[in-house]
């Protein structure tokens, strides 16, 4: 039986848990997650943990921030004067938001704090910081 690597399009199920066994993130009751390999449609140590598995196999992977969504930043909190916040915009505590950035890209946000004055985003991802544990199944394997 062929052993999934760098290219092979995979379908695996999965599912994501916390170092304190909360899950994040489940393929349960959906269809599986597709991706190929090397192509960084997927963490870093995703991709490594399904590399060299057959299909029909299951294995837990533990993954470390490194491999995860890295370290938290704190120059990805940004403060905004409220001022700045679009009239039509009701921004709540925990809202996700989409913003440009500096050079043209596109920033996902968190609101983590509102005041009189200004309002506080998290662009870091809502994982940064966390090591991560997936039940991983590979259900299909092909080449490209």
């Known amino acids: 039986m062929t052993e999934a690597k760098r290219g092979d399009n995979v379908k ?77 915009l009701k921004p709540e505590l925990g809202m996700r938001l989409e913003m440009g950035g500096a050079n043209g890209e596109v920033l996902r946000v968190v609101v983590v704090e509102i005041a009189d004055t200004h309002i506080t985003l998290d662009a870091n991802p809502p994982l940064a910081g966390e090591d991560l544990t997936f039940e991983i199944e590979l259900v299909g394997c092909a080449a490209p």
């Open 12 to 88: 695996v199920n999965y599912t994501g848990k916390l170092a304190d066994g909360t899950v994040f993130d489940s393929s349960d009751g959906g269809d599986p997650l597709e991706f190929a390999i090397g192509s960084g449609q997927v963490i870093q140590g995703f991709e490594e943990g399904v590399v060299g598995m057959k299909v029909g196999e299951s294995k837990v992977v533990e993954i470390p921030v490194a491999k995860a969504y890295g370290e938290r930043n704190d120059e990805m909190v940004i403060q905004a004067p409220i001022e700045q916040v679009p009239p039509d």
